[in-house]
């Protein structure tokens, strides 16, 4: 007997081996297992095999609707949102290895071959005006390990939102030896900026943002609705506490072996998944402003350093934003040129505060402000501490240790960090590398298997047949919070919210489409 729904597969027996299959269940089933086909008792029904039937424990019938809804959703979602993902992929990868690609690709403005003790950072400056003598300095990163270049940025008015002017000067030799325009206040420079952008828009400007926050909405939705799936499918084999989970079964079939490597895969790069759709929807515009609002009002934000000196009113220097690498830090006031003098006073009182990690001093604008040391976020370094100095005196008249934050904004620090691939350096970036590969190959072969489920008596370009339908044949008792719970996510995360309505909209379609065919027929 051969399969009605025109199956690729190894066999041509009544089975239960394809999900969403049509073909209801014998009394005696075909298992296919490594070994072959043997005949076994039928397994516990599932909706993909058999509807929920009148006689069926309640509990049973909700599991098994539950497992059909999440199969409807996976498929429509890795049919239709799985591009997007796939492109945020292979961008992601890039993105990953960026700050190793600058540092190799811009090694002669970050790094020089002089030894010896640095300069006082107000030569430094000096040196760093003579290349722009008609803009002010506005902050200054002096080079952390020997050989680093110092950094003296300034704001250029011609530059474009969140970009400044850069002049690296070797700190042995207050010797200029380049400039270039950095973006945000992490300083990427022109390449890492390129590929930052192309991750985060496909520079297309605000439109090409669409694309990543679906991309980062649906991530964890798409992946945590295939882990159930896996995990139904492995209990039914009765191998959940064996290595199925985590391992490859089942290498008879080729549509068998794909599913398998498919999911697999998943669990394997799940946890770093959900990770990255978390810190990817905070940088989004419409779910991202969302998670801001929501943490303001739980007193979740970053907190700030006062720039305010004694005795005058002043502003509150944000202590590095979460987001720096993807714009913003850049003050808007311009100071005035005696004020980077005092520069080494603030750096020697920061170092002796306990400010050991690379450091970037803002230079104050405006009297009765003061300077600001705040740590930045470079590979291995975990903790963002700032104090803020006033130059005149060397008093420090606020501090601000990372041990202060709030636990929720140093969790969102460090998954930023991770994402960005300076968590751990060029280990984290290798690490994000292979999450993306894998990503990428789970892609492909959801695709595949839904290449090979097409009808090939019909026509040889004919699409995967979907699973079957669900929502009309689940519980009330089911369908309820379900359905709270997603006008909750949608309306919290649009890219979420929007594309499920258009999936429900296909769906009755499709329902209303099968019966006009059925009683024309």
């Known amino acids: 007997?051969?399969?009605?729904?025109?199956?690729?597969?190894?066999v041509s027996f009544p089975c239960a081996a394809c999900p969403g299959c049509s073909l209801e269940p014998e009394r005696l089933l075909v298992t296919i297992t490594d070994s072959g086909v043997d005949t076994a008792p039928p397994p516990s029904p599932t909706p993909e095999t058999e509807p929920p039937?009148?006689?069926?424990?309640?509990?049973?019938?909700?599991?098994?609707?539950?497992?059909?809804?999440?199969?409807r959703l996976h498929f429509y979602a890795g049919v239709?949102?799985?591009?997007?993902?796939?492109?945020?992929?292979?961008?992601?990868?890039?993105?990953?290895?960026?700050?190793t690609l600058e540092n190799i690709t811009s090694s002669g403005l970050l790094?020089?071959?002089?030894?010896?003790?640095?300069?006082p950072l107000r030569e430094q400056v000096a040196a760093a005006q003579t290349v722009e003598p008609n803009l002010a300095p506005v902050a200054v990163a002096p080079g952390q390990n020997a050989g680093d270049t110092t950094r003296v940025i300034f704001s250029d008015p011609s530059l474009g939102e969140s970009e400044r002017r850069a002049v690296f000067v070797d700190s042995v030799t207050a010797q200029p030896v380049g400039d270039s325009v950095v973006y945000g206040s992490s300083g990427a420079l022109p390449m890492r900026t390129w590929?930052?952008?192309?991750?985060?828009?496909?520079?297309l400007g605000a439109f090409g943002r669409y694309y990543s926050e679906i991309a980062a909405s649906w991530l964890w939705l798409v992946a945590l609705a295939g882990l159930v799936l896996w995990y139904r499918r492995v209990r039914a084999r009765r191998e959940k506490r064996s290595p199925g989970w985590l391992v490859r079964p089942d290498r008879s079939r080729p549509r068998a072996r794909t599913l398998n490597w498919h999911a697999v895969v998943g669990v394997w790069i799940l946890p770093v998944l959900?990770?990255?759709?978390a810190t990817g929807m905070t940088w989004s515009k419409y779910a991202g402003e969302n998670v801001t609002q929501l943490r303001k009002t739980m007193s979740w934000t970053?907190?700030?350093?006062?720039?305010?000196?004694?005795?005058s009113t002043g502003p509150a220097m944000p202590a590095g934003g979460e987001h720096d690498h993807h714009g913003g830090g850049a003050p808007a006031a311009v100071p005035s040129a005696d004020k980077a003098a005092l520069v080494d006073t603030v750096f020697g009182v920061a170092r002796a505060n306990g400010l050991t990690g690379p450091l970037e001093i803002s230079i104050p604008a405006e009297d009765g402000t003061a300077f600001v040391a705040q740590e930045l976020r470079r590979p291995g370094q975990y903790t963002r501490d700032a104090i803020a100095v006033d130059g005149a005196t060397g008093n420090v008249t606020d501090k601000l240790p990372y041990a202060d934050w709030p636990l929720v904004a140093q969790l969102t620090n460090w998954g930023i960090q991770f994402h960005m691939g300076l968590m751990f350096g060029p280990a984290n970036q290798l690490l994000l590398l292979a999450i993306m590969a894998g990503l990428v190959t789970v892609i492909v072969r959801g695709y595949l298997m839904w290449w090979r489920r097409r009808p090939t008596r019909e026509s040889k370009l004919a699409a995967?047949?979907?699973?079957?339908?669900?929502?009309?044949r689940t519980p009330l008792i089911l369908l309820a919070p379900l359905a709270a719970a997603a006008l909750v996510i949608g309306w919290f995360a649009p890219m979420i919210g929007l594309p499920l309505l258009a999936f429900l909209v296909i769906d009755v379609l499709v329902g209303v489409g099968a019966r006009l065919r059925a009683t024309t027929a």
């Open 1 to 10: 007997m051969a399969c009605p729904d025109q199956r690729r597969c190894d």
């Open 53 to 71: 039937s009148p006689g069926r424990s309640p509990k049973r019938s909700v599991g098994n609707a539950f497992q059909a809804l999440m199969l």
């Open 80 to 99: 239709f949102v799985a591009p997007f993902i796939l492109i945020a992929a292979v961008t992601g990868a890039l993105y990953a290895i960026s700050p």
């Open 111 to 119: 790094h020089t071959d002089s030894t010896g003790p640095a300069k």
């Open 195 to 203: 590929i930052d952008k192309l991750h985060k828009d496909l520079h």
């Open 274 to 277: 959900l990770l990255l759709s």
């Open 302 to 311: 970053t907190p700030a350093v006062s720039a305010t000196l004694p005795g």
């Open 464 to 472: 995967g047949k979907p699973p079957r339908r669900a929502l009309a």
